[in-house]
């Protein structure tokens, strides 16, 4: 008899409906094994797309994300509220051993340090409540970076200070890794009036459109689809009846 899957679930909106796509992540997670145990990657979108299964087939169906929010506040409400809604889509979420959270590009649009410390509140009461759930382990992306005329100076060093502090400023839970899809996509740090913006190279035609291109999905799979198998290799469920 096979061993059973490792399941992962990936909640996300637009961005990470491409990094999927382009960086062909379901099908190249499929490709690897942890403990002898293949990785399936299914995914859940907005509300209104719904959930994909491990074979990128969607299922007509969401679960649904409260707000259908995956900012900071949205995903602490997932994964802390108290209400019904909250309550079905978290026990859905925690049926699967690997669940990655991404909030998207306009979370990086940090126009004041009051701000700022109000995000890094919010992500701090999240790790705190994705602590709560030891049996599941947790893959937290920073947010991609914005397009120069997104984004000002001030506000796309914020946005740099946000990832870096998630990355090395902050006491992670033991279940809970962190992919800086941020610093991927950025240009690096103290390299003209444009740094921390979204890099040319990663950028499409449109200049006022912040998801990343096809070549930024290709290129940061193998990073990402790396962290991905780490955390499942942390994973320590009990494999379920009937799983």
Not at 65 to 73: E, K, Q, R, S
Not at 130 to 138: M, V
Request: aromatic residues 6%; positive net charge; charged residues 30%.
């Amino acid at each position: 008899m096979p061993n059973p899957s490792i399941r992962i679930l990936f909640l996300h909106h637009s961005v990470g409906r491409y990094l999927i796509r382009d960086g062909e992540l379901r099908r190249r997670l499929s490709a690897l094994r942890v403990d002898d145990r293949p990785l399936v990657l299914w995914d859940h979108d907005y509300n209104q797309r719904g959930i994909h299964d491990g074979e990128g087939r969607p299922l007509g169906r969401a679960f649904p994300l409260p707000g259908d929010d995956t900012d900071p506040p949205g995903l602490l409400n997932l994964f802390a509220g108290e209400d019904e809604a909250a309550r079905l889509a978290r026990r859905q979420a925690l049926d699967f051993e690997v669940v990655m959270l991404k909030s998207c590009y306009p979370n990086s649009a940090i126009r004041s340090e009051t701000e700022l410390a109000r995000i890094k509140e919010v992500y701090r009461r999240l790790l705190t409540a994705l602590a709560d759930h030891p049996d599941n382990q947790f893959l937290l992306l920073t947010s991609p970076p914005l397009v120069p005329l997104r984004t000002n100076r001030r506000q796309s060093r914020c946005a740099r200070r946000l990832s870096i502090w998630l990355v090395r400023g902050v006491d992670l839970p033991p279940n809970v890794a962190v992919f800086d899809l941020f610093d991927r996509l950025a240009i690096p740090e103290r390299t003209g009036a444009r740094a921390d913006r979204l890099r040319k190279r990663y950028r499409r035609r449109l200049p006022v459109d912040s998801h990343p291109n096809v070549r930024a999905g290709e290129e940061v799979a193998a990073d990402l689809l790396a962290a991905i198998a780490g955390a499942a290799a942390r994973s320590r469920w009990t494999v379920r009846t009937g799983d």
